[in-house]
């Protein structure tokens, strides 16, 4: 069981590491350093051996291992990003990297995205040292740069340029997954992330014959562009219900009564009211049109047009991601990635998965616990690639009007300290029996 001071502990390390100003705008201005100084003297107050690894100077990641007591079981990554999105103070209520405790919640950017977990985690390992404590698997704690832009100098570089560090590692958690969602009808569910959606973000080329535009021309770089982009945008993708979303749908549909009818999953989702939110960007691959470019004056047509689409896959969805762009675009567009990241798929059958839930429902009994999949992604992208399992727990019991969602990268972000409590409570539970 966590401690007192674990408890008191997880609190004063949210506020100290929203304190410090860790945004990450994507153009590679960010600094973790002082943040990953930060985390790497909590585990070595641990008695724990952390490293610091930077592909970019300032662009620090911290890897710790805790050994565990049984040496042929297989290792388990606890990671958590240290950069955070911007935040504009005029915005908020709270200056967002106060790190304000007022009436019992912290305030600031990364509240709940997610230097939250991080200090949960910091609170547990250092709990563990003054009890004796040793996990049964071997832990590689890992705490990365860079999450919220493209991983380059966080986990894509730790799992390209350090496997070692992760040697034995089969499953992973993380952020997005196990806090409270509110039905509005009372009922408290608990989702744990299994699966994340690939990105699939495209620049599309349409050429053709430049010319003057008041002339006939049946080769309009533009006309081309914008029939290709008027059918990726209008297209309906087909239903493909992944292994996870099935075993969403199975666990909602018990805990409202209704039948679990997958063959009309439109009906369903309706059925399901707010919490068909948990599923409802998961049923299908999508592409969405966001950037149009093209010409230079207006009686001239060019000869190349482009645009941008952000696309996302499902699990197992990326062959037919790609046919259909074919099909969609047609022989006058190409298309191609402009950056791409895998789709993930976790079982959810597996003893950790059950374990995560136990640790939920001890500490939440009122709570239900669901699997989902993200519509997005995170760094267990990157760490997929050596062979690494990932699910999002990162566990939080949130009172009804704190919308997770909403918080997430939004105005205000902040967390209960009961949040954090609970949150040290269940992880401390769930990585002990791991
Ligand atoms: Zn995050």
Redesign the pocket.
Known sequence: MADQQALDEVVEFTSDLIRIDTTNRGGGDCQERPAAEYAAEQLAGAGLQPMMLERTKGRTNVVARIEGTDPSADALLVHG?LDVVPAEAADWSVHPFSGEIRDGVVWGRGAV??KNMDAMILAVVRGWARQGVRPRRDLVIAFTAD??ASAVDGSGFLADEHPELFEGCTEGIS??GAFTFHDGAGRQIYPIAAGERGTGWLKLTARGRAGHGSKVNKENAVTRLAAAVTRIGEHEWPLRLTPTVRAAFAELAALYGIEPDLTDVDRLLEKLGPAAKLVEATVRNSANPTMLAAGYKLNVIPGEAVAYVDGRYLPGGEDEFRTTLDLLTGPDVDWEFSHREVALQAPVDSPTYANMRAAVEEFAPEGHVVPYCMSGG?DAKQFSRLGITGYGFAPLKLPEGFDYQALFHGVDERVPVEALHFGVRVLDRFLRTA
């Open positions: 990003h995205d997610m999450e919220e952020e997005s995170t």
